[in-house]
Each structure stands twice: as structure tokens, then as C-alpha cells.
């Protein structure tokens, strides 16, 4: 609520003409020609052009800032907040030799976990946001650690050790961000991807009390029948 | 009348209360409403600055150049809601832009003509309104509606003609590119309402002659007016009670990478929501 609607529209319009204009007699002028219009229909500019793979991850909770993870020489993968309303210029979010990605606001957006493997293992980290010199950075997992999502009060933080477990730490942001000992909550039986760093395979319900996971395990798994061409059945 | 007890809403009628007295009978129904008219001064400024430059590189003006510059300031409110309010949207334009271009006598009868133009329209729409509104039915809002638009529009304008006399014909052959930028930002959908509309009531969408709450021939009253006052009978007592029979709201969703604006609404029955 509240926050405002961006819109970004290019086209190029190209033209070109010849023509004649012909004084056949004393009182008598012809002016004849040939013009072309290629005129292109208005559409959304790109919101970032980059040189290399960039992928949007995370939107701040009042629409300001899309967090994307974009892939640069001598860095690796790195995390971006690139503002949406105003100053379209990214901003730094992480980046070391290591690979940062997965970056997720917190639902008060104030902070950002991420996933880096800048210590040899891919491990949680948070952040504030937006950044300043001495905001700190601390790592919130124990022994590993991927995919990161907050609770919608932000009072928890879920992601999956090594061994395919749902983690969950308790954070606080007030004064200082603090957290918890992680404590594992269930085998997730996740889906291996092979890109355990990548796109995020589970999310959590509003209540926090639920997950939707993707799993190798079909097994009890109730199927989803779409239907083609319904209305044509119903008038029957 | 009111069965389930419903009754007066008091911030509503705080709000309804703290209306000025009307003064122009010529409006409204004669009734429940009249019109209102009152002095206001809005000042609003219109600068707009202008200058050019000519030169011929050439004393035998082969080759000429010019420049031309625009700048627009103007700002313009709008006469607020109600005195002492600010003006309900005020309208800044800031567009500006400038043009240069070379003519090359390059014979007696070829001549070529190049431009470049490049345009900034400017234009901020900025309305006194942002935060979620409830709107009465069938009178003036108490405080403006009215939301924001700002608008940037970079051009950019390359042109060249030529031009070539030969015994009774003039050629003429040349080309145009426009680069549009149409960059817009605005919180006209960013807001949730509600609204107090009769055309959403149950009962034949009315609370007059609908046999139902309020209806005051069911109580033992005498029989709203339906044919001449039936819809402002509605208006009134939907603004009393704040019945608020229909909401809408604009959600944002990225997709693809971008904003997506959607459209939703909830058209419910009385009572929906009060308050």
C-alpha cells in the first residue's frame, strides 16, 4: 500500500521521404513523393542492462528495491539492490571472491539474508539494509547452510543445512541484530536440484507454521487434473 | 429501523459535523444537501524562457548554424476542497528543450539541411491525497481525492533533408528519427477504497421501499419518497451508518522481472464493512 507505480516506456520512430515538386507549367506546380514511417509501439525498457546473467530475487516489502544476484568476472556471483522508483543505479549489497545469492528482505525491510560460500562453505548470513559503513554482517548458520526465507514477523529464519534440514533460528533486530542457536526442525526430503544456491525450492505459509517444499518423494502425493475446454462441456 | 442495531457511525458523523454551513440552495436535493460556494486565491506562475543563436560561419553564409533553447516553469494549483485546504492538485511543468542545426549551401541549387533536437516534457500532476480513502455517496468529499502523476518524456530528434533544384523540378529527399522515453510514476493505484454505493445493496439496490432495515414504512414510519427522494434517502443513510458496500484496491506483483498492476475488487451487501 502506498507505494508508487512505475512505468517505463521506449519506442523509436524512424521516417524517411522523396519527393518532387515539379513546375510543369507557368501556372501549374505537381508535387508528388514517396514517404515511409516505421513508427515501434511503445514497450517497458529494461529495468537493468548488464553484461553478464542477472536474476531477481527478492522485492522489498514497500516495492523500492528489487534484490538481484548477478554473475561478474573475478567476484563470482554477487547481490545487487537495485532501486525502482528513484536513482535506477544498483546498489552493493554483497560481494566478495566468494558467491553470494539468495538474498531475501526481511519483512520489515530493514535487512537482507543471503547465502555466500566466502568461508569455503555456503553458509547464511544478514546484513543491513540499506547498508552502511559499520552496519555489520553476521552469519546466522552453524555448519552450513542455503536458501534462506524470514518469517513474516521476522522474528525467525528458516533455510536448509547440508543434510537437506529444515533450520530455524530465532533473530532479533532490536537494539543489534542477534540470533540464536539454529535448531533443525524436520527432514525437508527436497528435491536435489543440483543448485542448491540457486532458485529456491521451498517457501512458507503466511503463518509460518506450514511449508511447500519440492520433493523427490511422489509417494501419498495427490494429483492436480486440469480441465481443457470447460466451458464448452458446460454449455452442454 | 434498524434491526440489527447498526446505529449512527460517530467518526463518520464527526466527519459529516464538521462540514461548513451551505450557502447556495441552487444544489442538492433541497433537503439533506445544498450547495456550498467560497473565495479561494491560487496563485500560479507561468515562466517560460527563450533564447537563440544565429551565426553564419561563412561571410557567404555557406554554412549557418543555430541554436534554440526553451525552458518552461509553470506551476498551477487547483482550488482546494474546502478553505483552508491546500489546493487539491497543483500541477508543476518543468518541460524544456533545445534544437541546433547547420544548413550547407553546398552548390547554388543542392542544399543540405541537418537538425538536432532534443525535448524534456516535465509534468507533475501532484495531487494532495495519499493515504486510503472511504468515499461518501452523492456529496463533495471532505478532503481532496485526488492522487499523483509525474511524467518525464526525454526526446530526441535527428533530421536532415536535402534539397536539389534541376530546370522545374525541386528534389527533395530526407529522413527523421525520434528516440521517446515515456517515463511515468504514480500512486493513483497504490491505495485501497471503499465506497458507499447504493448499487450494491441487496433488496433491489435500495434501502427505500425495500422492506428491509431502514426502510421506515416497515417500522411504522411514514414512507420514504421513493420516486423523487428514493436515491437520496439511500445516499443518506448509507453516509450515516458507513456502510461501505464496495471496496477496490490495485495490487503490484512482479512478474517477469516487473511491475504488474491488478486490479481487484470486493462488491459486497450491506452491511459489508462499517465504520
Known sequence: ?236 | MDPSVVGISAPLLQVLNAYPQGNDPTQGDGLNSIGYRFPYTIDRKYDTYVARIDWNVTPSGKHTLFWRGNLQNDREPTPPAFPGQPPQTTTLTNSKGFAVGYTWLITSNLVNNARYGSTRQGLDDAGASNEPIIYFSEVAQPVSTQRSTDVIIPVQNVVDDVSWTKHNHNFAFGGNIRFIDDQRVSNAQSYPDGQMNQGWLTRSSTIANSHGPFDPQVYGYPAADFANYGNEYNDAILNLIGAITEGGCSLQLPEDGRYASRGCSAKARLPMERI
Do not use: C
Open chain 1, 1 to 236: 500500500v502506498g507505494a508508487p507505480l512505475k512505468r517505463d516506456y521506449r519506442w523509436n520512430e524512424y521516417e524517411i521521404y522523396a519527393q518532387d515538386t515539379w513546375k510543369a507549367l507557368s501556372n501549374l506546380t505537381l508535387t508528388y513523393g514517396l514517404r515511409y514511417s516505421y513508427l515501434q509501439a511503445p514497450a517497458e525498457g529494461l529495468l537493468i542492462r548488464t553484461n553478464s546473467l542477472a536474476v531477481p530475487k527478492s522485492w522489498s516489502p514497500d516495492g523500492r528495491f528489487l534484490i538481484y544476484a548477478q554473475i561478474n568476472p573475478g567476484t563470482g556471483a554477487d547481490l545487487f539492490a537495485l532501486p525502482i522508483v528513484d536513482d535506477p543505479h544498483p546498489l552493493v549489497l554483497a560481494q566478495t571472491t566468494g558467491n553470494e545469492d539468495q538474498g531475501q528482505f526481511s519483512p520489515d525491510g530493514h535487512w537482507v539474508a543471503y547465502t555466500s560460500n566466502e568461508s569455503g562453505l555456503s553458509e547464511i548470513y544478514v546484513i543491513p539494509f540499506p547498508l552502511t559503513p559499520n552496519g555489520g554482517k553476521w552469519m546466522v548458520s552453524r555448519g552450513g547452510g542455503v536458501q534462506p526465507r524470514w518469517r513474516r514477523d521476522g522474528k525467525e529464519l528458516f533455510y536448509i543445512s547440508p543434510d537437506w534440514k529444515m533450520m530455524a533460528v530465532d533473530v532479533s533486530t532490536s537494539p543489534v541484530f542477534r540470533a540464536g542457536t539454529p535448531q533443525a526442525l524436520f527432514d525437508t526430503e527436497m528435491a536435489d536440484t543440483g543448485i542448491r544456491t540457486g532458485p529456491m525450492s521451498w517457501d512458507i505459509a503466511p503463518d509460518g507454521n506450514r511449508f511447500l517444499i519440492t520433493s523427490a518423494n511422489s509417494t501419498d502425493t495427490s494429483s492436480l487434473n486440469v480441465i481443457l475446454n470447460w466451458r464448452a462441456e458446460q454449455e452442454k
